[in-house]
């Protein structure tokens, strides 16, 4: 039973749609949360259009994130230090909010971590298990400004999906050594074949060659 879990969790396309899931469920809950009232304060159109917009674009680009391979390292640090520069910048909002948060930004926060892990089983675009530390810790951190001994909940939660990704990476990384090892070994046992068969032809006698000659011309 176990093997088919880990097997099941292996696929792509479901970490792909829990990616796009967590996401929707982050950006909603997120959008009802004491958090978004303390930071920007009440709704209005103008923030209903501009949330709307961005939400859309991460939902799109969580969606389509698996065609989002890319080599560049040029393009990758700049992602990385987008990523760090935003969240550093939120961090610093964050500190100075008052009060304690409500189960919406709880929700939001663990929905975000759960989308992070996500994106970095179907992914490479390098900022994504920096976004899984970010929110496992904010997350921590909003369990501890509720209740102290909360922080036992954001540690378990938090080290559940880091375990989670690292054997996950495993599993794949040692798929991948068992790939090149068989592909190691056809190819010396072709080398050896090939080998054998050249020393065989260059074990024929002169004596062998003429009287096969002198067949052929029979």
């Not at 930004?105 to 992070?116: G, K, T, W, Y």
């Not at 899984?132 to 939660?157: A, N, P, R």
């Not at 070994?185 to 096969?212: F, G, K, Y």
Request: charge should be positive; glycine fraction near 4%.
């Amino acid at each position: 039973m176990l093997n088919k879990i880990l097997s099941w969790l292996k696929q792509p396309k479901i970490w792909k749609f829990v990616s796009f899931t967590s996401s929707i469920i982050g950006l909603l809950f997120y959008s009802l949360s004491s958090s978004f009232n303390n930071l920007f304060g009440k709704w209005n159109l103008f923030k209903i259009f501009v949330y709307t917009v961005f939400s859309l674009i991460i939902c799109l680009a969580i969606l389509f994130a698996n065609t989002c391979h890319t080599s560049s390292l040029k393009l990758k640090t700049h992602l990385i230090f987008s990523v760090f520069t935003a969240t550093t910048v939120y961090s610093f909002f964050f500190d100075k909010v008052n009060g304690k948060p409500d189960f919406y930004s709880l929700v939001s926060c663990a929905s975000f971590a759960i989308m992070s892990l996500s994106l970095s089983k179907h992914t490479q675009l390098g900022f994504e298990v920096d976004l899984l530390y970010f929110f496992c810790g904010y997350l921590t951190l909003q369990l501890m400004k509720i209740k102290l001994f909360l922080v036992i909940v954001g540690v378990s939660f938090s080290y559940s999906l880091i375990i989670l990704r690292f054997y996950l990476c495993n599993s794949n990384d040692r798929g991948h050594l068992r790939l090149q090892f068989q592909d190691q070994n056809c190819i010396v046992i072709q080398v050896h074949a090939d080998l054998e068969e050249s020393e065989n032809v260059n074990l024929i006698t002169p004596q062998e060659n003429m009287v096969t000659q002198m067949n052929n011309l029979s």
